[in-house]
């Protein structure tokens, strides 16, 4: 939920000069062109996380943006596997220190999916939470009150200060988002940040398969092809996104923790795929998007 969520935060800051840094781990990046579909500021980072593998880039990123553009904000939105702590490190130190001033790290925390998914994530779910200046919570309307009181408990083993927002986003006003970075949260530079039992990214168990598809399949293929991998026969498949160009229409579709949506989409649509799993069988995925009825034109796998 982090890119609805910044969506709607940003409704908030229309007065603001705002850049979104967006952080991809696969090859393709499919949040940021829905930001920038919508007319927001966009600078992508993809193929590996800011935290360590992309790290330089991410330095001279940073360092171009605050230069060359003078934002008012800066709102970094690093994969769903990186290691924030890591990531504050790096804004502690030179050049950053005396450039720029964290007033908010926000944690979204996945209601639906976060005790099924918090052991596979493990060490990330564990940093992300630890070090979280607030923590709010997608998708409430969704689970019951048991599911909700277990997941605070569990968040607050790992974070006992930071406020929890747990509030249906629809129901929320615009000054309420606005409070998310109104400089209440100012983050002390001095603040011990611990080093917690965790591999570096780069040595982490995920993968991902990426693919741009050249062609138009139809909206029942691509239904069917995401309960395919419900199966498993493909490996384990934690997250996706997409758009495609679909026989009737233009389309986005979310995949997380076997449950998916497919949404229409009025633009035009760059017809990207991604995927993030454990153990992910690439040969058998690209066979399976490349399996197209209607069949105008091949697909490219992007390695």
Excluded at 233 to 239: H, I, P, T
Aim: proline share 2%; charged share 30%.
């Amino acid at each position: 939920g982090k890119t609805t969520f910044i969506k709607k935060l940003l409704k908030g800051y229309k007065n603001e000069n705002i850049v979104i840094l967006e952080n991809e781990f696969g090859e393709i990046g499919i949040d940021g062109e829905i930001l920038e579909r919508d007319g927001y500021k966009m600078v992508e980072i993809s193929t590996g996380c800011i935290c360590c593998l992309m790290q330089g880039d991410f330095i001279e990123t940073m360092k171009n943006i605050i230069e060359d553009t003078k934002p008012d904000r800066i709102i970094i939105e690093p994969t769903g596997i990186s290691i924030l702590s890591d990531i504050v490190k790096i804004l502690k130190k030179d050049p950053f220190h005396k450039m720029l001033v964290i007033n908010s790290l926000i944690t979204i925390v996945d209601s639906e999916n976060y005790l099924e998914q918090c052991e596979i994530f493990g060490e990330f779910f564990q940093d992300q939470i630890t070090y979280a200046t607030e923590l709010t919570f997608s998708k409430i309307q969704n689970v019951d009150e048991e599911t909700l009181k277990n997941i605070m408990i569990s968040v607050r083993e790992m974070n006992s200060s930071a406020p929890i927002i747990a509030k249906n986003w629809d129901d929320m006003s615009l000054d309420e988002f606005y409070g998310y970075l109104n400089g209440d949260n100012v983050l002390d530079y001095d603040k011990e940040m611990l080093e917690p039992d965790k591999r570096s990214c780069r040595e982490h168990k995920f993968s991902t398969f990426a693919m741009k598809l050249d062609n138009t399949i139809s909206k029942k293929y691509l239904e069917n092809s995401l309960i395919k991998l419900q199966s498993g026969e493909y490996g384990q498949v934690l997250r996706g996104k997409g758009f495609l160009k679909c026989d009737d229409g233009n389309y986005e579709f979310s995949y997380t923790n076997k449950v998916f949506k497919i949404s229409e989409v009025e633009d035009d649509v760059s017809c990207n795929i991604c995927f993030i799993g454990v153990g992910l069988n690439k040969n058998k995925l690209n066979a399976l998007w490349k399996r197209n009825p209607i069949k105008l034109s091949k697909m490219r796998c992007l390695k």
